[in-house]
T-cell receptor, first 114, second 114 residues
Framework: AQKVTQAQTEISVVEKEDVTLDCVYE???????LFWYKQPPSGELVFLIR??????QNEISGRYSWNFQKSTSSFNFTITASQVVDSAVYFC???????????FGAGTTVTVRA | NAGVTQTPKFQVLKTGQSMTLQCAQD?????MSWYRQDPGMGLRLIHY???????DQGEVPNGYNVSRSTTEDFPLRLLSAAPSQTSVYFC?????????????FGPGTRLTVT
C-alpha cells in the first residue's frame, strides 16, 4: 500500500529565511510518481512539480527546489528566501504507475511573517 | 478551456438532508475522482470513475454515491448528510489511469453539515 508522511504540521519563518518541507513515502512499486501541491489561503490546489521514480536529479525552479532520494524514500521541498506569498499549505503526494489513486500526505502549513 | 468546475462553492446542510455536488470537465479526460479534505488528514479519495458508466469506491466511500453518465460530468451525491461529512470536497480529472498523468483539480466545495 502506498503512503505519504509529512511529519511537519506547521512551520513559521520570517521573510527571507529558507524553509524545507519533508516528505517520506512508502510504495512497493518500482515505478511511481511524486508530486508537490500548494494550497494558498484561497483554497485551490496548485500543481508545483511531478517527479518519476527513475529520475533522481534534483530540480530547481526559481526559489523552489526539490531533493529526491530513493535511498531514504524522501522527496523534500525547499523554498529559498521565503516571501509572504509563500504562506500556504503544501502537500506531497504519490501515484503508482498503474493506479488511479493519488495518495496525499497530511500537509504542512507554512507561515511566512513579514 | 474552463478546466474542472465545481458547484456550489459553499453549502450548508442540516443533518439528514440530501444534496448533489456538481463537477464537470471540458478536457475530455477519461478519469475523474472526488476527494475530501479534512484538517490534518490531507486529501482522501471518495469515489472515482475511469469512464462513462464506470465508477468505483475509493478509501472513504460511505455516505456518498456517484454516477458517470457522460465523459464531462461526475456528480457526488450525499444521500443523508451527517456532521462527519463537513469537509472541503475537490473534484479532479486526468487524461488516463497511469500515475504519470497530471491531475487537475476543481476549486473545491466547502460543505458544512449542522
Amino acid at each position: 500500500a502506498q503512503k505519504v508522511t509529512q511529519a511537519q504540521t506547521e512551520i513559521s519563518v520570517v521573510e527571507k529565511e529558507d524553509v524545507t518541507l519533508d516528505c517520506v513515502y512508502e510504495t512497493r512499486d518500482t515505478t511511481y510518481y511524486l508530486f508537490w501541491y500548494k494550497q494558498p489561503p484561497s483554497g485551490e490546489l496548485v500543481f508545483l512539480i511531478r517527479r518519476n521514480s527513475f529520475d533522481e536529479q534534483n530540480e530547481i525552479s526559481g526559489r523552489y527546489s526539490w531533493n529526491f532520494q530513493k535511498s531514504t524514500s524522501s522527496f523534500n521541498f525547499t523554498i529559498t528566501a521565503s516571501q509572504v506569498v509563500d504562506s500556504a499549505v503544501y502537500f506531497c503526494a504519490l501515484s503508482e504507475w498503474d493506479d488511479y489513486k493519488l495518495s496525499f500526505g497530511a500537509g504542512t502549513t507554512v507561515t511566512v511573517r513579514a | 478551456n474552463a478546466g474542472v468546475t465545481q458547484t456550489p462553492k459553499f453549502q450548508v446542510l442540516k443533518t439528514g438532508q440530501s444534496m448533489t455536488l456538481q463537477c464537470a470537465q471540458d478536457m475530455n479526460h477519461e478519469y475523474m475522482s472526488w476527494y475530501r479534505q479534512d484538517p490534518g488528514m490531507g486529501l482522501r479519495l471518495i469515489h472515482y470513475s475511469v469512464g462513462a458508466g464506470i465508477t468505483d469506491q475509493g478509501e472513504v466511500p460511505n455516505g456518498y454515491n456517484v454516477s458517470r453518465s457522460t465523459t464531462e460530468d461526475f456528480p457526488l451525491r450525499l444521500l443523508s448528510a451527517a456532521p462527519s461529512q463537513t469537509s472541503v470536497y475537490f473534484c479532479a480529472s486526468r487524461f488516463g489511469r497511469q500515475g504519470h498523468y497530471e491531475q487537475y483539480f476543481g476549486p473545491g466545495t466547502r460543505l458544512t453539515v449542522t
